[in-house]
């Protein structure tokens, strides 16, 4: 077993995302960056190329800036991480925004005076939409959709992008408080009428403001990559990989696709409903995973379930395979920074920072360190049921690992 060191130090107790660097849209176990910048600083890693293979909405390219870094590149195959992210690292005319958000407000609020204008919208073609949206709320963001795409500037664009897609969440029938998709009971929604341009326009204020204080300020001549995409192996070319990969697959740990289906879906992407099944461990697989660290603890879910026994196996077998695609891509030298959760499943936890220790080595690594940090900052659920059985529940993760290989040999 490699060695893990508590480290109180990156417990950042009292901390949370947003008490250094607020994000412009609500994202699922987004990664603190205050980590990345103390892990970066306590190695002496100041510059180089930096990767993120699975990025999200960006932590990792918080840290890169604030420690100075001017390469970064980052991967993700969900489309609204890849939007948070663009829009976070773009730099933007703020007055030209500024200006834009007046005229939009303006041309929105004259557009529904016409009953009329009403007839002509197109509204999505959404399968089953209307479970999920009143007619009212349909229209009322068909009309700033419908303005929003008249904006020319891709970058700009984006801005009004973010606030409408969490806007579009706000105002369906989708109980807010919960990541995967659950609606609200029939007495709630009689009772639901959100002021959709309202809702949106105070959302708009907020997101430039952060982006201006937060982010603007940062935005120097870095040279910031953020692809829509799977990270293709990349042979001896990255210096330093922050990142924070899923604790599981996103079905039963943190359902990213189905967070954010409905954004998706309003941006026009087709394959908005598959997202979970594209992530890791999102495929079926027929075989269990039987070596190294990982192959008694799923035995022992097999005990249980061998449904879930080869459902943990398919995100083992995804996450070597990046890994590999990971390892080969960094230059020798180079150092490797994964933060991950050891998620439980049939209450039995799964040690997930010794599967990455493990794989690394195997690639021509060493294991330079593992710290543990209590985890109290980041939004996941607190509570789950590792026996599928009602009313069995456990604490999912408590604890967070920091895992920092080097590559020794190509």
Same mark, same amino acid.
């Given at each position: ?39 970066? @600083? ?28 001017? $390469? ?73 959709k419908h303005f ?5 500037? /891709? ?13 579009? @969440? ?12 659950? @609606? ?28 201006? /204080? ?28 922050? &990142? ?23 941006f026009g992407i ?31 879910? $097999?005990?249980?379930? /061998? ?13 070597? &395979? ?7 891509s960094v230059k ?79």
């Amino acid at each position: 077993m490699y060695k893990v060191t508590r480290n109180s130090k990156y417990d950042f107790l009292g901390q949370s995302y947003a008490s250094v660097f607020p994000n412009l849209h609500k994202y699922p176990a987004t990664m603190l960056p205050q980590i990345g910048i103390e892990i970066l @600083r306590e190695l002496n890693i100041k510059k180089g190329k930096l990767l993120d293979p699975y990025c999200g909405s960006g932590s990792s390219f918080t840290a890169g800036l604030d420690i100075g870094f001017d $390469e970064m590149y980052g991967f993700d195959i969900n489309p609204l991480a890849v939007l948070i992210s663009r829009t976070k690292f773009s730099k933007v005319n703020i007055e030209r925004v500024n200006l834009l958000r007046q005229r939009l407000r303006n041309r929105v609020y004259e557009f529904v005076k016409e009953e009329d204008n009403l007839k002509t919208l197109d509204l999505p073609s959404i399968h089953n939409i209307e479970f999920w949206f009143s007619k009212e709320v349909l229209i009322n963001l068909s009309v700033i959709k419908h303005f929003i795409d008249k904006i020319k500037e /891709k970058d700009i664009k984006r801005m009004f992008l973010i606030p409408f897609s969490e806007c579009v @969440r706000e105002c369906s029938f989708t109980r807010n408080s919960e990541f995967k998709l659950y @609606r609200m009971k029939s007495e709630d929604i009689l009772l639901f009428n959100p002021d959709v341009f309202g809702i949106f326009f105070k959302k708009l204020t907020k997101t430039i403001d952060i982006y201006e /204080k937060y982010y603007y300020p940062k935005l120097t001549d870095a040279k910031i990559e953020i692809s829509y995409s799977k990270f293709p192996e990349q042979k001896n070319y990255f210096d330093v990989v922050l &990142t924070s990969p899923p604790y599981g697959d996103s079905k039963t740990t943190v359902a990213y696709g189905q967070f954010s289906m409905f954004s998706n879906e309003w941006f026009g992407i087709k394959k908005a409903r598959q997202i979970d099944n594209m992530l890791m461990g999102g495929r079926a697989v027929k075989e269990k995973y039987n070596h190294g660290v990982i192959a008694n603890f799923i035995n022992s879910i $097999e005990n249980e379930s /061998k449904k879930r026994a080869l459902e943990v196996s398919s995100f083992y077998y995804d996450l070597e &395979t990046s890994i590999s695609d990971v390892a080969k891509s960094v230059k020798v030298g180079g150092v490797t920074i994964f933060v991950v959760g050891n998620r439980r499943v049939k209450n039995i936890q799964l040690p997930t920072d010794q599967f990455i220790a493990e794989k690394f080595e195997e690639k021509g690594f060493n294991h330079i360190l593992t710290y543990e940090r209590q985890l109290g900052n980041k939004t996941m659920p607190s509570k789950n049921s590792p026996s599928n059985k009602a009313g069995d529940l456990k604490s999912t993760m408590s604890q967070e690992f920091i895992v920092v290989c080097k590559k020794m040999q190509g």
